[in-house]
């Protein structure tokens, strides 16, 4: 599936920075399904997003700067506010009236845990994910990374409900090399995407101990996921001591082979039973062991389940795609494929 030729992918929403890389005074960009963003803070301190592209002379917006809350062109200065309208012409005399012409597409844009997202579409589909623990005082939020990969956000999200993967992928971290059968799992589909249930035995090595509270070796995880349609989902692992660890991640779609990685997790404990750092080190080193395999894959993931082979445990993947088939039949779209162009 190319995702750029769906246009019902740029019904959802995506995050695709943290706030803390919105400059007062300057603008960002980022491309999102294709589409080049410029990104600022208004007057309100509210993220933006427009095209990146000026109506005047198509320079790009995001090389200019903010002022007044809106972002000012470097090639001649016309300002544009949060709604794409230009406010602003300084080559214009101060009583003429600016031409309604005279904009951009804006988009929808809005802050949440922390991070930009956007949509593309006027109407989401489904609201931004709720992830409540994230919202929940009592808990900490702790930013993981935010990169660019070099693979499809269907091969990220398979392979994060992927139990079989562990012994092998995950050999250095927590996986256990001896028993490559995968943990069973239950799942449910729920609208727009799905729910799993599992538990899994993991290995503990010396410092993940430490970032558990758990002076053993090996343990019993209980994971709840939820896969958010399309490219999002949260891992909610539970310890047996208590200790509540929640992953989210996005595969936002740069374009159709690079997909922008965002991870924070959030924790039921505190800096000094375990300095945040130890965590996103620990869990830094899991996700670069997907990396290196998911940046090896096809891009293009195919939605006909007669274009690559199963096993059962790939049932997470196998509904995925279904959900997504019958997305895009709803939409009235055919999945577009390298194949197919």
């Excluded at 294709?34 to 301190?45: P, R």
């Excluded at 709840?224 to 310890?239: D, V």
């Amino acid at each position: 599936m190319l995702v750029t030729q769906q246009p019902v992918l740029r019904d959802f929403w995506y995050p695709v920075m943290p706030c803390s890389q919105l400059l007062p005074d300057r603008p960002r960009s980022f491309q999102l399904l294709g589409q080049k963003l410029a990104i600022w803070l208004d007057s309100a301190g509210r993220p933006s997003a427009i095209a990146d592209r000026c109506c005047h002379r198509s320079a790009q917006l995001s090389q200019g700067v903010t002022h007044d809350g809106c972002i000012r062109c470097p090639y001649h200065g016309w300002s544009f506010d949060r709604n794409g309208a230009c406010v602003n012409v300084p080559q214009f005399e101060p009583e003429a009236k600016i031409p309604a012409s005279y904009r951009v597409p804006a988009f929808r844009c809005a802050e949440r845990y922390g991070y930009v997202w956007v949509c593309l579409s006027d109407q989401p589909r489904q609201p931004i994910p709720p992830i409540l623990e994230a919202e929940d005082p009592s808990h900490r939020l702790i930013p993981q990374f935010d990169e660019t990969w070099h693979c499809g956000g269907l091969r990220m999200m398979e392979n994060a409900f992927d139990n079989a993967h562990f012994s092998f992928v995950h050999a250095d971290s927590f996986g256990d090399k001896q028993q490559p059968i995968p943990a069973s799992l239950e799942i449910t589909p729920v609208e727009q995407g799905l729910v799993m249930k599992t538990q899994v035995p993991v290995a503990n090595p010396p410092q993940q101990q430490k970032n558990l509270g758990i002076a053993t070796a090996t343990t019993l995880r209980t994971n709840e996921q939820i896969w958010y349609m399309p490219f999002c989902r949260t891992l909610k692992i539970t310890y047996p001591n208590g200790l509540m660890h929640l992953i989210f991640t996005a595969a936002t779609p740069i374009s159709d082979h690079a997909s922008q990685i965002i991870q924070f997790c959030v924790r039921n404990d505190t800096e000094a039973d375990a300095p945040a750092a130890d965590i996103i080190a620990f869990d830094r080193q899991v996700t670069l062991e997907d990396k290196a395999i998911l940046e090896s894959t096809d891009y293009d993931t195919p939605l006909a389940l007669s274009a690559e082979q199963h096993m059962p445990s790939d049932q997470p993947g196998i509904l995925m795609r279904k959900q997504l088939s019958a997305l895009l039949k709803a939409a009235g779209e055919t999945e577009q494929c390298r194949a197919a162009s």
